[in-house]
């Protein structure tokens, strides 16, 4: 006889008799099996008279930022300034909502005026800048994505990878003028010339 690996029980009678309890067994593990470990019931629902006496912590699979369960996560609508709350932290598996790369490999994570951590799936301003990275530049002129074939795609990719490293280089070109401005000597030096 074949071992089936799991089982779920549900009671034919559910709903119509209240002292009979409906069981689910999920997963039929060693460790499950296992009745020399004390496993402590913990009471969920007293109402509904719902109990956990078992339970094992699934694998984390990848997921958006906003989707961890391992990260608290705080929605804005529109923050790019800077990481809000922990948005900046997170697991081996989030990726970023907006480019689709794990959010380790994502360059624009933490970066001013774009800080991709705080991107989520509910907010307008976010799905618009998702739009955008799923079809490059084209989305300014409003396409569908069945009109857009792969050379006009090519050439919106182009557009999009230039506006972006200009992006990047005047965010640097900022970063470098405002620490100069905050530098005394940089003070000093012009104000004698």
């Given at each position: 006889m074949e071992q089936v690996d799991s089982v779920i029980i549900i009671s034919d009678t559910e709903g119509d008799n209240e002292d009979e309890t409906s069981v689910f067994i999920v997963e039929n593990s060693p460790e499950a099996l296992d009745t020399s470990k004390d496993k402590s019931t913990e009471v969920i629902d007293e109402e509904c008279g719902l109990a956990i006496t078992y339970s094992k912590k699934g694998n984390v699979m990848p997921h958006a930022r906003y989707d961890c369960v391992e990260q608290d996560f705080t929605r804005t609508e529109n923050e790019v300034s800077g990481p809000t709350g922990s948005n900046l932290n997170f697991c081996d598996q989030c990726y970023c909502y907006i480019c689709d790369k794990l959010a380790?490999?994502?360059q624009y994570w933490n970066l001013p005026s774009f800080c991709h951590c705080n991107a989520h799936n509910k907010s307008k301003y976010w799905k618009a800048h998702r739009d955008v990275a799923l079809t490059g530049a084209l989305s300014i002129f409003n396409f569908d994505l069945v009109d857009i074939d792969s050379v006009l795609r090519q050439g919106g990719a182009f557009l999009q990878k230039f506006y972006l490293e200009f992006a990047l280089e005047?965010?640097?070109?900022?970063?470098?003028?405002?620490?100069?401005?905050?530098?005394?000597?940089h003070?000093?030096?012009?104000?004698s010339v």
């Open positions: 380790s490999e994502c005047y965010n640097n070109y900022m970063n470098n003028n405002i620490s100069e401005l905050l530098d005394p000597m003070l000093f030096l012009s104000q």
